[in-house]
């Protein structure tokens, strides 16, 4: 991935990929993502290269909480509404902020 490398770095990633409704339709969980890259740094660059917005889950307990990775690199915390359905869990955004 542009940006993320660096010379004699192992850039393999195995990914799991599910499909689901609202507003972020296409899941990702990321195994053995590379080592010394903060996670909202590799969703930013993701972010940008894939022209969308990302979520990725925060650090607090608040669980309506996460942080986008917007498509220009920016980072933001958002509120977020879940709702599960037959095909996993679907989340649309609320509100911007923490």
Excluded: K, N, Q
Excluded at 11 to 38: K, N, Q, R
Excluded at 56 to 83: H, I, K, N
């Amino acid at each position: 991935m542009t940006g993320l490398d660096a010379p004699g770095r192992d850039e393999s990633l195995l990914c799991d990929v599910y499909h689901v409704g609202g507003e972020f339709p296409t899941l990702i969980d990321v195994y053995l993502a590379p080592a010394g890259i903060a996670e909202e740094v590799a969703a930013s660059a993701v972010a940008v290269r894939l022209g969308a917005t990302i979520l990725l889950p925060d650090d607090s307990l608040d669980p309506s909480r996460y942080t986008a990775a917007e498509p220009d690199g920016t980072l933001r915390a958002v509120r977020v509404e879940e709702r599960e359905t037959d095909d996993g869990t679907e989340r649309r955004l609320m509100t911007s902020g923490g």
